[in-house]
Structures are given as structure tokens and as C-alpha cells.
């Protein structure tokens, strides 16, 4: 009877402990902008952000993850390279609430229960709800609240690498980006139907930004059971 509650506990369990590895954290870094307004810079970090994070580890190769990021988005004409936008001299700043949820996929087996787990790589992606403010340029360059906001859905792309720094914590390192299907973010498309004259910029390209920075998760739940009998 004994072995036969154990051959129970063996067949059932471990399908469901393998999977009560999670960890939750903080991210830190930086965001830039990528869109009709300001520099084109793909890494070029000019405004500070911040956020939380939860993962589940479903195996030592994938994650379900999830976070909650504020920053500002900041462009600036007279950071470009671009002479036009030099010259046209617009600047914006908005703030924005992103909520994201993926899977993360790393290149090699991470397990968190493994004593010689060191580190690597990995790629996020799914999906993001971006909250930001409406503004509208008028003819003058003068940068207007439309006293609305809006959710901007897109898409993230993420790079990475993780180590595990201690028997619960796993340090990561990571760079960002988000395609957006809005071209609101920066205040070249007003929100307004009556406002559609102040719309400017290329109407072919969506608005982009990038997150670069730092997580650091504590990861928690119950070892897989390995029944030895």
C-alpha cells in the first residue's frame, strides 16, 4: 500500500509541481522614442522607467510572463540628424502606462532548481496595451493637450540575457522594442476627427519606442518531486 501511494504521488504531482516555479521583480532602465517627432536613435535611452514583472516557468525553456511599465516618451527635432526636423524644431513629452503579457523562450535550458544553472539568453514577445495622453501640433509647432488619452495595442520585441546571482534571485539584462499600431504617441496624428488637418509625418509608419535596461526577480514555489524508492 505504502509503494502504491507513492507511485500515486509520483504519476500525478510532478506534472503540476514542475510548473509551481514563479518569480516576480522590478525592471529599471530607460525609454526612447522612434516616430515622426524627435531622433530615429534605435537605442538611445533619454528618459527613465520602471515597472514590475511576474513570470510562470512552465519548463527550463519557456515562461509565461507579464509586467506593468511607466515612463515617459521624450522627442526633441533638435536631437535629430534629420536637417528638416531640425529646422521644424517640434518637441513632446507624454506619459505612458504599458501593460504587457508573452512567453519568454530562452536559447538554453534554464532550470531554477538545477545546482549549475548559470545563465542565457532569451526572446520575449506577445502583446502590449499602451496608455498615453492625445496632443496635436498646431500650425505654429505649439504642442496641445486634446484632454483625452487612448490605448495604443502593439507588439514586443525583446532581447536578453539572465543569470541566476543567488539560490532566488535571477538578474537579467534586456533591450526592447515595441511596434505600435498607433501613430498617436507622439502628437503627429490627433485623436480628433475635427483636428485630422494637423496630421503630419509619414501615415505608413506606426510609432515605435524602446525599453533598455534591468530586471531582477526572487523566485519562489516547491521543487519537482523526484520520488526515489
Not at 540628424?81 to 508573452?102: K, L, M, N, V
Amino acid at each position: 500500500m505504502k509503494y502504491f501511494f507513492l507511485l500515486l504521488l509520483c504519476a500525478f504531482i510532478p506534472r503540476n509541481v514542475d510548473a509551481q516555479i514563479y518569480e516576480v521583480g522590478v525592471f529599471a532602465g530607460g525609454s526612447n522614442f522612434i516616430g515622426d517627432v524627435g531622433a530615429t536613435d534605435y537605442i538611445s535611452p533619454n528618459q527613465a522607467a520602471f515597472g514590475i514583472l511576474a513570470k510562470w516557468n512552465r519548463s527550463a525553456r519557456h515562461s509565461f510572463r507579464a509586467s506593468v511599465i511607466f515612463s515617459d516618451l521624450k522627442g526633441i527635432d533638435r536631437d535629430s540628424d534629420d536637417p528638416r526636423r531640425i529646422e521644424r524644431d517640434y518637441e513632446f513629452d507624454t506619459s505612458i502606462i504599458e501593460i504587457s503579457a508573452g512567453m519568454e523562450f530562452t536559447f538554453f535550458d534554464f532550470d531554477l532548481h538545477a545546482i549549475d544553472t548559470k545563465g542565457t539568453p532569451y526572446l520575449y514577445s506577445g502583446i502590449t496595451l499602451t496608455n498615453h495622453d492625445n496632443y496635436y501640433f498646431t500650425n505654429s509647432g505649439e504642442y496641445v493637450s486634446e484632454d483625452t488619452s487612448s490605448w495604443a495595442l502593439g507588439i514586443p520585441i525583446v532581447l536578453g540575457y539572465k543569470t541566476r546571482i543567488a539560490d532566488q534571485f535571477v538578474l537579467a539584462g534586456e533591450i526592447g522594442a515595441r511596434y505600435t499600431f498607433s501613430d498617436e504617441l507622439d502628437g503627429s496624428t490627433p485623436d480628433s476627427e475635427d483636428r485630422e488637418s494637423f496630421a503630419f509625418g509619414n501615415t505608413n509608419n506606426t510609432d515605435w519606442y524602446m525599453f533598455t535596461g534591468i530586471t531582477l526577480t526572487y523566485t519562489f514555489g516547491r521543487r519537482p518531486c523526484y520520488c526515489n524508492f
